[in-house]
Structure formats: C-alpha cells, structure tokens
C-alpha cells in the first residue's frame, strides 16, 4: 500500500489533475494541445539531450538490459498484430497499428517519473538507455511493417526513405541523437546554457503528465472492446512478464533489472495514437488502449513494484 501512496498515486494525480482540469473547462483543449506540443517537441528532448550527453555509456548500455526489454518488446508486436488479424479478423494495416499499441511503453511520461519516485535519480540511468533506443526501434519496426502492408512486395529505396523520414523528423530521436554526439566527444555546453536546459529540464516531467491527462479526457471509448482488452493485457502484464523471464535468463543485475521490469509495465503510450492517427487505421482501438491501459495500470503497475527485487 505504501509503494501505492508514495510513488505511484503522486504520478496519477498529477495526470488526472490535467483531465479534470479540461473536463470542467478550468484549462481549455487547445491550451492542452499547446503543452503537448511543448512537451513533445522542446522539454523533454532538452531532459533526453541533457541525461544522454551526461551518461556513462559504458556502464549503463548493457547488452542484457536492451535485449531483455526490446525483445520483449518485439514478441508483444507480433501478439498484438497476429493477434488482431487472427482472432479478431482485421485487416492487416489496422493490425499493424494495433500491434503498435503493444510495442510502445510510455517509457518517458510514465517510465521515467515512476522510476525515480520508486528507486530515486539514480535508477534512471538504465531508463534513458532503454529510452535512447526506444523511439528509433519502436518506429523502426512499426513504420516498416506498416509501409510493407501497405506496399506488398520486395524491399524498395521509396520505402526506405519513407522511413528514415518518418523517422528522422521526431524531435526526441534527434535529441537523442545529438545527446549521444556530445557524450561520445566529451563536448560540454557553457555554464549559462547548461543552466537554461536544466530549468527546461525540471518542468519537462510535471507539465507531460499535466499534458497527458488533458490529452485522455479528448480520448472516448467506442466499441472494440476485445482487441483493447488485448491490448491492455499485452502491455501491463504480458510485456513486463516476457522481460523478467529474459532479464533473469541472462542474469541481469538487480538495478537495469528493475527499470527494465517496470518501464516495460507501462501503459502504452501517446505515440501510439499518433501512430495510428499518422495511417488513419485503428485510432479507436489505439485511443481507448491508452485510456484504459493507463487507468488499469495504476494496479498492475504497484503489483509489479511488490515483485521485483
């Protein structure tokens, strides 16, 4: 109960704050859009910029950590979108997305602040690995198998460069990009800078959670119950459970072990639903997996926390 109180309720407050600010008109739908954005685009890339260029790559890029996690990770792809075309007899672009919605923890809104809340600043270092990856695999494998459904055939350089500038125009992934440039040439930015992208950095979190909460009150759910009840299976307890039977098989240690459990217990997140609105399939399933997801793992997510070492 004490793990529920102190490091996750705090988180989900913050969240529902933001919906019960739109919902009763205290803070207007386009105001939310514009923090989205802010978050998105500027805030958190400054917070992935500032812990990348700062890490220690050598000690926190386990090959254990990111096995165990990505190809978790990957397995809950393929359930999700074999599952929505098999059992529930979609088409395969909308099985594509919705097997997006399996593949895309909230590794940063959600991830990041649970984990410090849980195990302190420290533990984050293991996160940003696995965040440092997370949008050009997640992205990677998502718009490849997207573009494939969509252009049955053999590999062309048009489906190639469709992807790479998919993928390349998202803020984070050039954040990250730029992070790790600075880390691996030790170069180190002025002290007034350094300043400035600390500030950006310490509102980046709050003002995400805030975001995201106005974002969910514009989500409604509308049928497709079943390939959402998949999803939400898939993401909270399937996902998670994959990646402390891999961590362990490669004896992951206890720190990179927890973040990997507990980043891969997420909720899905927004992307998923910028994923499916970017191909225009699936977006109900894609929008309510994320309400409910988000809604349900307040349980799962604290019954992780009594489970991991």
């Given at each position: 109960m004490q793990a529920l109180l102190d490091v996750i309720l705090p988180v989900f407050l913050v969240i529902g704050f933001g919906y019960l600010s739109v919902w009763r008109k205290w803070f207007p739908i386009s105001g939310v859009d514009g923090l989205m954005k802010f978050t998105q685009n500027i805030a958190i890339p400054c917070l992935l910029f500032k812990a990348l260029s700062e890490l220690?790559?050598?000690?926190?890029?386990?090959?254990?950590l990111l096995t165990s996690f990505y190809s978790g990770a990957?397995?809950?792809?393929?359930?999700?979108?074999?599952?929505?075309?098999?059992?529930?007899?979609?088409?395969?672009?909308?099985?594509?997305?919705?097997?997006?919605?399996?593949?895309?923890s909230n590794s940063v809104m959600l991830g990041l602040a649970i984990t410090e809340r849980?195990?302190?600043?420290?533990?984050?270092?293991?996160?940003?690995?696995?965040?440092?990856?997370?949008?050009?695999?997640?992205?990677?494998v998502g718009i490849t198998a997207?573009?494939?459904?969509?252009?049955?055939?053999?590999?062309?350089w048009r489906l190639i460069e469709t992807?790479?500038?998919?993928?390349?125009?998202?803020?984070?992934?050039?954040?990250?990009?730029?992070?790790?440039?600075?880390?691996?040439?030790?170069?180190s930015l002025?002290?007034?800078a350094s300043d400035a992208l600390a500030m950006m950095t310490r509102v980046a979190l709050p003002t995400a959670?805030?975001?995201?909460?106005?974002?969910l009150y514009q989500y409604r759910p509308e049928?497709?119950?079943?390939?959402?009840?998949?999803?939400?299976?898939i993401t909270l307890l399937v996902h998670p459970a994959l990646v402390w039977v891999f961590g362990n098989t490669l004896n992951l240690t206890t720190g990179p072990f927890r973040s990997a459990v507990l980043t891969s217990a997420m909720a899905p997140g927004i992307n998923t639903y910028v994923f499916a609105n970017m191909y225009n399939r699936a977006k109900r399933v894609a929008a309510s997996g994320v309400l409910f997801s988000t809604a349900v793992s307040i349980l799962t997510v604290w019954g992780w926390l009594h489970v991991i070492p």
């Amino acid at each position: 109960m004490q793990a529920l109180l102190d490091v996750i309720l705090p988180v989900f407050l913050v969240i529902g704050f933001g919906y019960l600010s739109v919902w009763r008109k205290w803070f207007p739908i386009s105001g939310v859009d514009g923090l989205m954005k802010f978050t998105q685009n500027i805030a958190i890339p400054c917070l992935l910029f500032k812990a990348l260029s700062e890490l220690d790559l050598g000690q926190s890029f386990d090959w254990r950590l990111l096995t165990s996690f990505y190809s978790g990770a990957f397995i809950c792809f393929l359930l999700g979108m074999f599952g929505a075309r098999y059992v529930f007899k979609r088409d395969w672009q909308d099985s594509v997305a919705i097997g997006f919605c399996c593949l895309f923890s909230n590794s940063v809104m959600l991830g990041l602040a649970i984990t410090e809340r849980a195990y302190g600043a420290a533990a984050l270092a293991s996160n940003f690995a696995i965040v440092a990856m997370h949008a050009p695999f997640c992205y990677g494998v998502g718009i490849t198998a997207m573009e494939i459904a969509r252009n049955p055939g053999p590999l062309s350089w048009r489906l190639i460069e469709t992807i790479l500038k998919a993928m390349f125009n998202n803020a984070l992934l050039i954040a990250i990009l730029l992070g790790l440039f600075f880390n691996l040439f030790s170069i180190s930015l002025p002290t007034v800078a350094s300043d400035a992208l600390a500030m950006m950095t310490r509102v980046a979190l709050p003002t995400a959670l805030f975001a995201m909460g106005g974002v969910l009150y514009q989500y409604r759910p509308e049928g497709d119950m079943r390939p959402i009840a998949m999803v939400v299976v898939i993401t909270l307890l399937v996902h998670p459970a994959l990646v402390w039977v891999f961590g362990n098989t490669l004896n992951l240690t206890t720190g990179p072990f927890r973040s990997a459990v507990l980043t891969s217990a997420m909720a899905p997140g927004i992307n998923t639903y910028v994923f499916a609105n970017m191909y225009n399939r699936a977006k109900r399933v894609a929008a309510s997996g994320v309400l409910f997801s988000t809604a349900v793992s307040i349980l799962t997510v604290w019954g992780w926390l009594h489970v991991i070492p």
